[in-house]
């Protein structure tokens, strides 16, 4: 590895966090909100352990023996130049992915890919409030329609927002990503919505409308759709956008 | 270019060949010029380097967005999407923790003194085993943290065995993970129990079968010299094994990272739902799929309450085995400890992880 290269992928990978932590709210993209004070430490953290390594080879004769002599090469199953690690290389790829491309967040693919249409079992029902439309989360209104042999749904117009992925040419899925650490743990809550044609895939909408049963999962008869902005945090199952 | 200027910079004995390609204002007294050179490198030479990089930025990049998107358009877009976004948020979640496990590794590094560390522990190793397991409670954070900072131990003279066995409880049993595995799993704290009870049962067992069965060759450490090194002072053995170690431990998290991500993207979740029915083979099969997810060990438990389908012992072998075995783990050691110990020690912690999920979970859910 080439003298100031470790210093230069310390200041890029350095950079790439703080470019999507404090610059920018890209990090909701991929990591919890809560990640956000670790993530731009983290980056002023590793410009700064470069800024000391440009410095610090300044000072330092070049052809003296760095932390690795000659005969210590290969003895821990990589190789190393003088400069730094190989493999380091690596975290040079992400980092530019970041800085120029920032993937997109997590949508309708995944929840496509998913399809296992599980809702987790629940046995506690705490009675719904009286506001019309009731507003519910995915979440809610998935194991309600699912798991709730009293039937608190019946009768009732509720309101429920997500994003859109389509199923078929009649139905399609409103549909939420719930993350708890980053984008990998990513968990799918849908639910069926029939009655109204699909918006464009991935958009964010609010849906009005009243519970259509069905042993298959949860579904919605729908009568109203209103098209809403992308929310900042998209991996929350919450009652607001 | 670069090939031209690397050999400049290796052998700098031999009389240093013009390089046309980076203009750099050397005044025509060349030998005197080169020795002062070896005592204090010029800002010219940062400015080349600096110009280099961004020569080579521009024309990568130019080359990438020509051939990129016809690539990307040809395999599927969102496919791709997704795979980046995996990718990234893996890397960007593990690196702060990362950062965390090579700052407490190079602080024990540079600042504890070895009599301490021997000290804490006891001296006879089957006992230290155990210790340094439950010890791994106290390293709050997830697997990326604890493979640096076991090095750092096995450096500092503590015995092999205690320091893996701490590699592999750390993640698994620090009370943020049990935390949220109260919270993923309401109302059943026999899980609790049972992810703590197995994690260090399969740590400590691992910890005595290293004794019993590990070869010393098998762990490549690198050699460290300590604060005497060259460079001076502590502060700076410090900075330089955080550099040294963050470099070398991120670019195999970038590598894990990207199999995940990968792994993520082609494992039909479907498909999966079809072996539930077999007690064994779920628990085989949740087991592996924890292998090739690496989720962080934080969120592992919520991954593993959606398993809906899946018995309660199957589900406890995917939270015992991803904190201790998986693809980004698996190439961080081979990373740190060398490939011939991370492919045996994975497949043991691997099968022992599972045998004890198996136990445990049969006698406790």
């Known amino acids: ?241 | 270019m670069t090939v031209t200027d690397e050999t400049t910079r290796t052998r700098q004995t031999a009389p240093a060949p013009p390089t046309p390609a980076v203009p750099r204002p050397t005044p025509p007294d060349a030998p005197p010029d080169r020795d002062r050179d070896r005592d204090r490198p010029r800002l010219s030479e940062v400015l080349g380097t600096v110009w280099q990089a961004t020569v080579c930025l521009v024309v990568v990049g130019f080359a990438l967005s020509q051939v990129v998107p016809d690539f990307v358009h040809r395999v599927g877009v969102p496919a791709f999407q997704a795979w980046g976004t995996v990718l990234a948020a893996v890397v960007i979640q593990g690196v702060p923790f990362l950062l965390l496990g090579t700052l407490v590794s190079a602080a024990i590094g540079a600042l504890v003194p070895d009599r301490i560390l021997t000290r804490l522990l006891p001296r006879n190793p089957v006992l230290a085993v155990p210790v340094a397991g439950a010890a791994g409670a106290i390293l709050p954070g997830c697997e990326c943290a604890s493979v640096p900072v076991a090095a750092s131990l096995i450096r500092r003279g503590v015995a092999p065995a205690a320091a893996l066995s701490f590699l592999l409880s750390a993640p698994a049993v620090n009370p943020v993970v049990l935390v949220a595995t109260s919270i993923a799993f309401p109302g059943r704290p026999e899980m609790v129990l049972a992810r703590l009870l197995a994690s260090l049962a399969t740590s400590v067992t691992m910890g005595w079968l290293w004794l019993r069965l590990g070869r010393p060759e098998w762990l490549k450490l690198p050699t460290r010299t300590g604060p005497a090194d060259p460079g001076g002072s502590r502060t700076a053995a410090f900075t330089r094994a955080l550099q040294h170690d963050f470099l070398h431990a991120g670019g195999f998290l970038v590598l894990g990272a990207a199999a995940a991500a990968t792994f993520n993207i082609l494992v039909p979740p479907p498909l999966l739902e079809t072996f539930a029915g077999s007690p064994w083979l779920s628990v085989l099969l949740l087991a592996g799929l924890a292998v090739l997810l690496s989720i962080c060990s934080e969120a592992d438990a919520f991954v593993a309450a959606s398993f809906s389908g899946f018995s309660p012992t199957a589900r406890l072998a995917f939270m015992v085995v991803g904190p201790m075995v998986d693809l980004k783990l698996i190439a961080l050691q081979a990373g740190t400890f060398g490939r011939a110990f991370a492919a045996r020690f994975s497949a043991v912690t691997f099968a022992t992880a599972v045998l004890v999920s198996g136990l445990v979970g049969g006698i406790l859910l």
């Not at chain 1, 100031?4 to 709210?25: E, N």
């Not at chain 1, 983290?42 to 760095?66: F, H, K, N, Q, Y």
């Open chain 1, 1 to 241: 590895m080439r003298r100031f290269a470790p210093a230069a992928l310390l200041v890029l990978t350095g950079s790439a966090l703080l470019r999507v932590s404090l610059l920018s709210d890209l990090y909701l993209r991929y990591v919890k909100a809560g990640l956000r004070p670790l993530v731009i430490a983290s980056g002023v953290l590793l410009i700064a352990l470069g800024v000391i390594a440009v410095i610090r080879d300044r000072r330092r004769p070049p052809t003296a023996p760095e932390r690795h002599g000659p005969d210590e090469h290969d003895d821990h199953g990589h190789s190393h130049s003088p400069a730094g690690p190989r493999t380091a290389w690596l975290l040079a790829a992400p980092a530019v992915m970041l800085l120029l491309f920032a993937p997109p967040a997590l949508g309708s693919y995944t929840v496509a890919r998913d399809g296992s249409g599980a809702v987790a079992k629940r046995t506690v029902f705490p009675p719904l409030p009286a506001q019309d439309p009731l507003v519910l989360t995915l979440t809610d209104y998935g194991s309600r329609a699912v798991w709730d042999d009293k039937g608190s749904l019946k009768g009732r117009t509720v309101r429920l927002t997500g994003f859109v992925t389509p199923v078929d040419a009649t139905t399609w899925h409103l549909s939420r990503l719930i993350v708890t650490c980053c984008a990998a743990d990513a968990k799918v809550v849908t639910v069926l919505i029939h009655g109204v044609p699909a918006p464009s895939t991935d958009s964010w909408v609010t849906v009005t409308g009243t519970w259509h049963q069905d042993t298959a999962g949860p579904a919605l008869d729908a009568t109203g759709l209103t098209s809403i902005a992308t929310p900042k945090d998209q991996y929350q199952d919450t009652v607001q956008p």
